[in-house]
């Protein structure tokens, strides 16, 4: 069973920053895929980031420059740099492992911009 927690979340001033990290467990965690979503009040969950193992990083076009997703397989561990933060980027913050054929989550993680 693949367990995933994120942590990192909180409120910042909008042009502040925030990392994000996911802890990845049970899994061979190099092969695995790993991403960050994230749902908004009222919205749907959208795709913010991913990183598949050995592949190339791919962004939502709303946070393209902005925010950079990393893994450390040493540490089992994905995260989720968000600079130049905005108000419109206030959401839930999941990650998500895809092992095999199988989707995995995190419990999420609050992340408010306000000033």
Do not use: I
């Not at 895929?33 to 009040?41: F, I, L, M, N, S």
């Amino acid at each position: 069973q693949v367990q995933l927690v994120e942590s990192g979340g909180g409120l910042v001033q909008p042009g502040g920053s925030l990392r994000l990290s996911c802890a990845v467990s049970g899994s061979t965690y190099s092969g695995v895929t790993v991403g960050w979503y994230r749902q908004a009040p009222g919205k749907q969950r959208e795709l913010v980031a991913t990183l598949p193992s050995g592949g190339m990083r791919n962004y939502a076009g709303s946070v393209k420059g902005r925010f950079t997703v990393s893994r450390d397989n040493a540490k089992n561990t994905v995260y989720l740099q968000m600079n130049s933060l905005k108000p419109e980027d206030t959401a839930v913050y999941f990650c998500k492992a895809v092992v095999g054929l199988t989707t995995y989550w995190g419990q999420g993680t609050q992340v408010t911009v306000s000033s």
